[in-house]
């Protein structure tokens, strides 16, 4: 039987970092679906397109190549060119909600997306437990406090030489909760079998061990 996990959450919550090292310890595929729409806003913003222009940005999808090559880190290669460094700059971080709900964008990458989660995988994003894969096995919401969610964006860009106020990245994060949240398609949400996981005072290894034991409890 396929294994398929599903971490959904707010930016910031840990999604990445954690379903990365859950589907290293289970020998699973790890999908960031993330990563994809922010691919996506990088070439829109590279072509000067409007980010709210479906039509547009349906049509740069189809022309598209996105590929997800796994490692420690995931490698994002944007035809064929390695952009796993710049989808993560502050102006992409601002842009890609516009993207994600696009219609024909969200359509065209979660058929992508499905037809990747053929085998074991662990999938993260905004939608994963209620539209992408409604009948994953396990599926994990994050949270974390918003102060605490925007301490580790300003770290992580930090250490990319990106400089990031703390009030400045609960600003952002705070519009993106409301983008993310308030978009007609594959809006953020919990699904209703969803196993809700505060991530504020965990540590990483804390909060991967936790996600391990539900997927124990499944598999048993």
Do not use: W
């Not at 060119?81 to 502050?90: F, G, K, M, N, T």
């Not at 804390?206 to 391990?212: D, G």
């Amino acid at each position: 039987m396929t294994m398929q996990i599903a971490i959904d959450g707010p930016a910031g919550s840990g999604k990445s970092t954690v379903a990365r090292l859950v589907a290293e310890r289970l020998g699973y595929l790890y999908l960031d679906t993330g990563a994809m729409y922010r691919a996506l806003t990088l070439k829109a913003m590279r072509k000067s397109i409007p980010l709210d222009d479906e039509e547009a940005i349906g049509e740069l999808l189809a022309s598209t190549q996105i590929q997800l090559l796994p490692g420690k880190t995931t490698r994002v290669l944007l035809d064929g060119e390695d952009v796993s460094e710049e989808i993560r700059l502050p102006e992409v971080n601002r842009g890609v909600s516009a993207v994600a709900a696009l219609g024909k964008v969200r359509h065209g990458l979660v058929a992508l997306q499905r037809q990747l989660a053929s085998t074991d995988v662990v999938m993260d994003g905004r939608d994963i437990g209620t539209v992408v894969l409604p009948r994953a096995q396990v599926k994990v919401f994050l949270v974390a406090s918003i102060g605490e969610r925007a301490r580790r964006r300003a770290l992580e860009l930090g250490e990319r030489g990106i400089e990031v106020s703390q009030k400045q990245a609960e600003q952002e994060l705070a519009l993106r909760d409301q983008l993310d949240e308030g978009r007609e398609v594959g809006p953020l949400v919990k699904a209703p079998d969803a196993y809700i996981l505060d991530t504020t005072e965990l540590s990483i290894e804390q909060v991967v061990e936790r996600i391990l034991s539900l997927c124990e409890e499944k598999l048993a």
